[in-house]
């Protein structure tokens, strides 16, 4: 049990970088564009992956009538989720040092693996949404307006994971270290449980 | 008629074997290129990039131009000494003063040649300076930015040709002049040239962190006319030498009287011995007056300011600092291989190259075996200095370029050739034509310790022949050589913009990391820049009109603008607020009388205009910069003289 007290703390643990490094990363590269233009995503806000690509997206995405790209303050998300995460991730570590000292049921594990499970799954769904609603609402004054094939307006808003083609773009959607951090600690917690209820089991 | 017939047989016969034996030269020329991979070896496909950067001085187009290597492809033609219409240099209010001498405003001027900034011996890739030959000037050029940013005047001096070349350690670019003239300038008869004529050679150093420029001393040697130049490396590090002409002081027909001394000068100055004098006191401070401009890439604007003394060092001042090393017939080139030992004159009116040991210097100086003396500076023996000769068969020897690996190339100016030849055994190893008089060469590095030894670039006087022809005039050519085997292999030429009198050169990485995309705007120092388009304004001094103007794709702030009256001066002060690397945008007006300006991400840049008629008069960007450039435009509304329109501005209302 003590070993899976410390995997759940690790896992916990894991989750704080994304107060270090970007979750997220979303590139637009193009024959005229040699250097892509790219944006990371950190938890509490946008960062060119250059020092100015989020002018130079805003400024391409001008001629669309894409709004241009949220600062901090623009949005909620900025500022909560980093208190949830920070949240859970001290929920984590406290359960875990529990688990180690007076030993506590594994299944508080699996309570707080679906917790987070179900945050992030809503936090995935919302940072989608986000992506549909930059992609779509776009000013009806837009210098150009271009459509599908079968005359719906087109929406420019980059996959949630992988490659799309934008007009002649080639976006590309991946998570970063600090997402990447973020699953392997919701997965440790599981590994956690499991190993929390062998050893549970084997005594 | 028999007779008759065998002739015209026998012609018939010779023409064609005439035409056959041209016709198998052809194929066979045709062949060799197709047979071997010269092509490949100039091939630069799309998306890739040249190994080296080639400087080309542009002579009379006062500028400098960049070519890949060995792609022979143009890049860019960076304006130094002439206006340029293509980014406003020299015509936009803040590059004006870098052409301001003490002659006024002179927007052009003759560049010579190309030297790159060194650090111990080798190409550091910091700066590139060149000379203006004209009005004497020398320019610095900045290697991240592909900008003049500085341009000193030569007081006493014309005909600024032995230069722009630099010590091993950039700690002087040397301007050597052609012309000697009366020091300082008087009213006097020409016939009295003879010994009242000076030759200025002046010692520019170079601040080491910024390369600021500033006239350290003068050196005023005899009449004579000092060609070209080329400082000592290695152990000659502290020398340097300075090709010299019409020793005879003629000054009518020089074609002639120039030519009548069998040998003229290479000058031996051991620049550390006067730099010595000159820091214990030595030297004459000497009213002068000449123009020192500097641009500050922080206010992108150039300050022109007027200097009023120069330092200047007799010779005789200086006892053993310099000496007269004896060189054949005219010498124009003077060139030191990479290990400072052997100093190369090219006696252009001569067959054979002369070589001269920097050892052998020394040991007849310590031995103090000369030949006389001229206006008190000792000739050194010519069979005492002498290292070697190069029995060529070539005529009109003009420059020696180095490969690094012992051997030396030389131009034949007359004989129109490149021929290579051994260090230390004088011996020809090599030689091939070039096509219509070559005139100097370049490999890159070249003129340091270490040149890189697989291209040599040598620059032609007349292109005839070689491209489609473009009327009685053709630009010159450029001829790239693989020099990295025994023999030479011509792989490629190319159209050069006006006349290549020499090139600097170096490997790519050198400049690629350093080179500038963008200006900052947080660190736009512009007194007339804004940091956003929201500060743009309009403001009325008097009769001075300054539009604080941004500029994004695809519009102008403001772009309408009114209150303007016929008499005023208006300023239009545009900041290009993109931060994106090669998004430039222009600026011109309806009947502006100077150029349309460009101005770089992040820079400020102004353009005055004078409305002369009421109306309504349009502005439009110059540089396509978008889908929507051809919006990008806007319009002044000029009332008449005293009229009492209020000033408005707007964007979008
Ligand atoms: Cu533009």
Redesign the pocket.
């Known amino acids: 049990m003590k070993r899976a007290g410390i995997i759940m703390v690790l896992g916990s643990i894991f989750l704080l970088g994304i107060f270090v490094f970007p979750l997220w990363n979303i590139r637009l590269g193009a024959p005229q564009y040699p250097e892509p233009l790219g944006i990371n995503i950190y938890i509490n806000g946008l960062q060119g992956e250059n020092e100015f690509d989020i002018q130079n997206i805003d400024g391409l995405n001008h001629y669309i009538g894409m709004k241009t790209l949220p600062k901090p303050e623009d949005m909620w998300e900025f500022s909560v989720f980093p208190k949830v995460v920070a949240l859970m991730a001290g929920i984590g570590i406290v359960i875990g040092l529990l688990s180690v000292f007076i030993k506590i049921s594994p299944t508080w594990f699996l309570i707080w693996f679906v917790s987070m499970s179900v945050l992030g799954a809503l936090g995935i769904y919302d940072f989608n949404l986000w992506l549909v609603d930059y992609g779509s609402d776009l000013d009806p004054n837009a210098i150009m307006k271009l459509v599908n094939p079968d005359g719906t307006p087109m929406q420019y808003n980059p996959p949630l994971i992988g490659h799309k083609k934008l007009l002649n773009f080639d976006a590309f959607s991946y998570p970063r270290a600090g997402g990447i951090l973020l699953g392997i600690g919701i997965i440790l917690s599981l590994v956690a449980y499991f190993v929390g209820k062998k050893s549970q089991s084997s005594t | 008629m028999k007779i008759r017939i065998l002739l015209i047989n026998c012609f018939f016969i010779a023409a064609l074997a005439f035409m056959v034996s041209c016709g198998q030269a052809g194929e066979k020329n045709g062949n060799g290129a197709l047979g071997t991979s010269i092509a490949e070896k100039v091939y630069v496909a799309p998306g890739e990039r040249d190994e080296q950067y080639g400087f080309l001085s542009g002579g009379y187009s006062g500028n400098l131009t960049v070519y890949g290597l060995p792609s022979g492809r143009l890049f860019k033609e960076i304006p130094v000494f002439s206006q340029f219409p293509t980014s406003g240099y020299g015509y936009s209010e803040e590059t004006k003063p870098m052409l301001n001498t003490s002659f006024g405003f002179i927007p052009w001027d003759d560049l010579h040649h190309p030297d790159i900034s060194q650090t111990n011996g080798e190409l550091d890739g910091r700066w590139i300076f060149a000379n203006g030959n004209n009005t004497p000037r020398i320019a610095r050029i900045s290697l991240s930015t592909f900008e003049t940013e500085e341009i000193i005047e030569v007081p006493n001096s014309a005909g600024n040709h032995s230069s722009s070349f630099i010590t091993e350690n950039t700690e002087y670019v040397v301007a050597g002049t052609r012309f000697s003239v009366p020091v300082p300038q008087k009213d006097m008869p020409i016939k009295e040239y003879k010994s009242n004529f000076k030759g200025a050679l002046t010692f520019i150093a170079v601040e080491p962190e910024h390369g600021h420029m500033d006239i350290k001393f003068q050196l005023l040697m005899p009449g004579f006319n000092y060609d070209l130049s080329h400082p000592g490396r290695g152990k000659s590090h502290g020398w340097f030498f300075f090709s010299t002409y019409n020793t005879e002081e003629a000054s009518t027909l020089l074609e002639v009287n120039a030519s009548q001394n069998d040998k003229d000068f290479i000058a031996a100055v051991n620049w550390k011995k006067i730099e010595e004098f000159v820091n214990n006191g030595g030297g004459t401070k000497m009213p002068a007056n000449y123009a020192h401009n500097v641009y500050d890439e922080s206010t992108h604007t150039a300050k022109s300011t007027m200097k009023t003394e120069v330092l200047t060092v007799n010779p005789s001042d200086v006892p053993g600092a310099i000496y007269f090393l004896p060189t054949p017939k005219s010498p124009h080139g003077c060139d030191v291989d990479p290990s400072g030992q052997y100093i190369i004159g090219a006696g252009k009116l001569s067959a054979n190259i002369t070589v001269h040991s920097f050892d052998k210097m020394l040991a007849a100086i310590e031995a103090e075996k000369f030949d006389g003396d001229a206006y008190g500076i000792p000739i050194i023996n010519y069979d005492d200095v002498l290292a070697g000769s190069v029995q060529s068969g070539g005529l009109g020897p003009l420059h020696t370029e180095f490969d690094g690996r012992g051997n030396a190339y030389t131009t034949f100016f007359i004989s129109s050739e490149v021929v290579k030849w051994k260090l230390g055994t004088w011996e020809v190893v090599d030689r091939k034509p070039t096509y219509y008089s070559v005139g100097h060469l370049m490999i890159p590095g070249g003129n340091s310790r270490k040149p890189h030894g697989k291209y040599l670039v040598a620059m032609n006087k007349i292109t005839k022949d070689r491209y489609l022809p473009t009327g009685p005039e053709m630009e010159h050519s450029a001829q790239i050589y693989d020099i990295s085997g025994e023999k030479m292999e011509l792989l490629y030429d190319f159209p050069t913009h006006g006349e290549p009198h020499y090139a600097a050169g170096c490997n790519a990485e050198l400049l690629v990391e350093n080179s500038k995309k963008i200006y900052r705007i947080d660190e736009n120092n512009h007194p007339y820049g804004i940091k956003s388009p929201a500060d743009a304004r309009v403001e009325r001094d008097g009769n001075e009109v300054h539009i604080y103007m941004s500029?994004i794709?695809?519009h102008f702030t403001p772009d309408n603008i009114e209150g303007i009256k016929v008499g005023d001066k208006v300023y239009f002060h545009i900041t290009n607020h993109e931060q994106d690397f090669d998004v430039p945008?222009?600026f011109s007006m309806i009947g502006q009388g100077t150029s349309e300006i460009l101005i770089m991400p992040g820079q400020t840049k102004t353009s005055l205009w004078e409305p002369k008629r009421v109306g309504v008069w349009p502005f439009y960007?110059t540089?396509f910069?978008?889908a929507l450039?051809q919006e990008?435009q806007g319009y002044v509304r000029v009332s008449p003289a005293g009229s009492n329109i209020e000033l408005a501005w707007s964007l979008d209302e």
């Open positions: 500029t794709r695809s945008h222009g960007c540089d910069c978008s450039h990008m």
